[in-house]
C-alpha cells in the first residue's frame, strides 16, 4: 500500500525567512503533485513533477523530484504572509494502464507571521 | 473556459439516507475522480471514472458508487450514510494520457450528516 509522508505537518515561521516541506512516499512512482489549500477552499495545482531530478519553480516556490530516493522537496524562498496555507503532495497511486488516482500527504499547514 | 464545478454546495443530510452529488469537469477533460475530505486531512481517493466506467476504486465501502455520463459529467451517490461520511467531496478532472497529466480540483460538496 502507498503511503505518503510529509514533514513538518505545522510550521510557523516569519516573513523574508527561507524554508523546506518534505514529501516521502513508499513506492515507485513516475509523477508526484503539489496542491495548496486556504481554509474552505479547495485545491489549487503548484506543480506536477514528472521524472527524476525535475525541478519546477513558480515565484516564491520550487519543488524538486528525487524519484530514488522517493522524495519530494517543497522551497519557499523569502516567505511572505500570502503563501500561508496547508501544501499538500500527492503520488500517482497506480500509474498502470492510465489510472491515475491520488495518494495524498496529511499536509502542510504553513502559517507565515510578518 | 469553465473549470471543474460541483453541485450543490452544501448539503445535510440524516444517517441511513441517501446522496448524490454532481460534477462537471474542465472543458475538454474526459477523465472524472473523486476523493473525500475529513475535517483537517488530506484528501482520500474514492474512485475514478474514464469512458463511463469505472477505472480504479480507492478503499471504499460499496456504499459509495458512481456514474459517468457521455458528456463525461459525473455523479457520487452514498447510501446508507453514516456521521463519518460528514466530509468535504472533491470532484478533480482530467484528460487522459495528456503530458503534464494536471489534475484540476473542483470547489467540493461539503455534507454533513447528522
Known amino acids: 500500500e502507498l503511503k505518503v509522508e510529509q514533514n513538518p505537518l505545522f510550521l510557523s515561521m516569519q516573513e523574508g525567512k527561507n524554508y523546506t516541506i518534505y514529501c516521502n512516499y513508499s513506492?515507485?512512482?513516475?509523477?508526484l503533485y503539489w496542491y495548496r489549500q486556504d481554509p474552505g477552499k479547495s485545491l489549487e495545482s503548484l506543480f506536477v513533477l514528472l521524472s527524476n531530478g525535475a525541478v519546477k519553480q513558480e515565484g516564491r516556490l520550487m519543488a524538486s523530484l528525487d524519484t530514488k530516493a522517493r522524495l519530494s522537496t517543497l522551497h519557499i524562498t523569502a516567505a511572505v504572509h500570502d503563501l500561508s496555507a496547508t501544501y499538500f503532495c500527492a503520488v500517482v497511486t497506480d500509474s498502470g494502464g492510465g489510472a491515475d488516482g491520488l495518494t495524498f500527504g496529511k499536509g502542510t499547514h504553513l502559517i507565515i507571521q510578518p | 473556459d469553465a473549470g471543474v464545478t460541483q453541485s450543490p454546495t452544501h448539503l445535510i443530510k440524516t444517517r441511513g439516507q441517501q446522496v448524490t452529488l454532481r460534477c462537471s469537469p474542465k472543458?475538454?477533460?474526459?477523465?472524472v475522480s473523486w476523493y473525500q475530505q475529513a475535517l483537517g486531512q488530506g484528501p482520500q481517493f474514492i474512485f475514478q471514472y474514464y469512458e463511463e466506467e469505472e477505472r480504479q476504486r480507492g478503499n471504499f465501502p460499496d456504499r459509495f458508487s458512481g456514474h459517468q455520463f457521455p458528456n463525461y459529467s459525473s455523479e457520487l451517490n452514498v447510501n446508507a450514510l453514516l456521521l463519518g461520511d460528514s466530509a468535504l467531496y472533491l470532484c478533480?478532472?482530467?484528460?487522459?494520457?495528456?503530458?503534464?497529466?494536471?489534475?484540476?480540483f473542483g470547489p467540493g460538496t461539503r455534507l454533513t450528516v447528522t
Open positions: 472543458s475538454g477533460h474526459d477523465t
Open positions: 513506492t515507485t512512482s513516475d509523477r
Open positions: 478533480a478532472s482530467s484528460l487522459a494520457f495528456l503530458e503534464g497529466y494536471e489534475q484540476y
